[in-house]
Nanobody, 116 residues
């Protein structure tokens, strides 16, 4: 079992920045990929960014150039720096982990609200 705890969400004006953090615990040696998804009201959960153990990253098109994901495997954490935030970025952001056994785990989510 893997437990994920997010932090760092909050209120910010358009153009501002936030840094999200996620700490994994439990069977951490089984984790292969970590990342972030988000879900806004009335919309499906969508990929924001992922980071593999090999250091490969992938971003959704709307986040490229604005968001940066980083990972510290030794500390079992993943972070995401979000710059130039827009009202359209308002959503609940969820930490995600994929294990070697192909099991997915999710955090409880942290709210990000961007005002105009």
């Amino acid at each position: 079992q893997v437990q994920l705890v997010e932090s760092g969400g909050g209120l910010v004006q358009a153009g501002g920045s936030l840094r999200l953090s996620c700490v994994a615990s439990g069977s951490i040696l089984s984790i292969s990929t970590m990342g972030w998804y988000r879900q806004a009201p009335g919309k499906q959960r969508e990929l924001v960014a992922i980071h593999t153990t090999g250091g490969r990253t992938n971003y959704a098109d709307s986040m490229k150039g604005r968001f940066t994901i980083s990972r510290d495997s030794a500390k079992n954490t993943v972070q995401m720096q979000m710059n130039n935030l827009e009202p359209e970025d308002t959503a609940v952001y969820y930490c995600y982990a994929l294990t070697l056994g192909a099991r997915s785990y999710w955090g409880q989510g942290t709210q990000v609200t961007v005002s105009s």
